[in-house]
């Protein structure tokens, strides 16, 4: 019988530090299922330092090892979507290079799709351990907030580091827009899907690649591209406003009938023009990011440009 492939795609920004420890682990890990195929992808997403060369030797050493190289830095999203493209595997696994996404956890996730009959199995962070407060704090309300807003289910804690079977990965693939949001996309292809849970694990060497404004950035972009509950935000204050300001009127009408009208309210009347100002400014530019969105996908760019890949090494 022929041996089932497993691709596993793993997305590389600057990570010379990481590579070699992560190959070594993923090998121990490939002994242990002798019955699968093996195919590794490296993206490396248009790395500054030596993480190319690092690549390109393993791909000498190890017919298995195949490579993307990006023509500069694309994200690790454009990353991600040109891996699972070239994958040639029946499953697909998405991976990061720091041992974050433990390899070791990979024959548990075979074994859920193959006897439990499941299309992928994701993997979650139950702790956010060793992450600081303040961002762990933001992700949890993140997380609420977008859950709330859009019917695609984000789920809390919820790593890139899948398993999945050819069918969820042809779905995935054909979802070509370019404002990519991961998370999101796995949901809204559906297919059954088991969250298997783990204690998160320390990087292994070199440092992460998101800073704080990062992380808020692809939360915006998330909350774009899965919902336009924002965009009701605009008539829904706008109505209020109205029935607001006509109360207002009444009011106003009624007191100078009955008491005069004593010239005042200058300092209130300012708050009140900042505060309406204020709030067009917000529905203007929540309008705005949703018309940027527009605007790119129209353009159709390419979601990652390939400069250099294993072929060209092996001609
Ligand atoms: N990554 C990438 N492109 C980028 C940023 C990151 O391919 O522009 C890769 C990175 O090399 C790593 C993975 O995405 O394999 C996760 O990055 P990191 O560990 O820095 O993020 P964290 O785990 O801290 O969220
Ligand atoms: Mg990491």
Redesign the pocket.
């Known amino acids: 019988m022929k041996k089932e492939k497993i691709s596993v795609i793993v997305s590389c920004y600057n990570e010379e530090q990481t590579i070699p420890i992560f190959y070594k682990e993923m090998i121990t890990v490939t002994k242990e299922m002798k019955d699968n195929e093996f195919e590794f992808i490296f993206v490396n997403d248009g790395s500054k330092d030596n993480t190319l060369s690092l690549i390109k030797d393993l791909a000498k050493k190890d017919k298995r090892v195949r490579f993307l190289s990006f023509s500069r830095n694309f994200g690790k999203e454009s990353a991600m979507f040109a891996g699972l493209e070239n994958a040639t595997g029946d499953y697909v696994t998405l991976m990061?290079a720091?041992l974050?996404d433990p390899p070791s956890m990979l024959p548990e996730m075979l074994a859920v799709i193959k006897k439990e009959g499941y299309d992928s199995v994701g993997t979650r962070r139950v702790t956010r351990k060793g992450e600081p407060p303040i961002r762990s704090f933001f992700a949890r309300w993140f997380y609420k907030i977008i859950n709330k807003m859009s019917k695609v289910e984000m789920v809390d804690g919820a790593r890139d580091y899948r398993l999945m079977k050819r069918c969820v990965v042809d779905s995935i693939i054909s979802l070509r827009e370019y404002n990519r949001y991961s998370k999101g996309l796995f949901s809204f292809v559906g297919y059954d899907t088991k969250w298997l849970e783990y204690e998160n694990v320390k990087?292994v060497a070199g440092e992460?690649k998101w800073s704080f404004w990062k992380l808020v950035k692809y939360a915006i972009e998330g909350i774009v591209a899965f919902t336009t509950a924002p965009l009701s935000l605009a008539s829904i204050l706008g109505i209020l406003m109205c029935i607001i300001s006509f109360i207002a009127i009444i009011g106003i009408v009624i007191k100078t009938l009955v008491f005069g009208d004593p010239v005042g309210g200058w300092p209130s009347m300012v708050c009140i023009l900042l505060f309406v100002s204020g709030i067009q400014l917000l529905c203007m530019g929540i309008i705005g990011q949703y018309l940027a969105k527009t605007y790119l996908e129209t353009k159709k760019r390419p979601i990652y440009i390939v400069k250099e890949t294993e072929k060209d090494l092996r001609k």
């Open positions: 990061d720091d974050q990087r992460t």
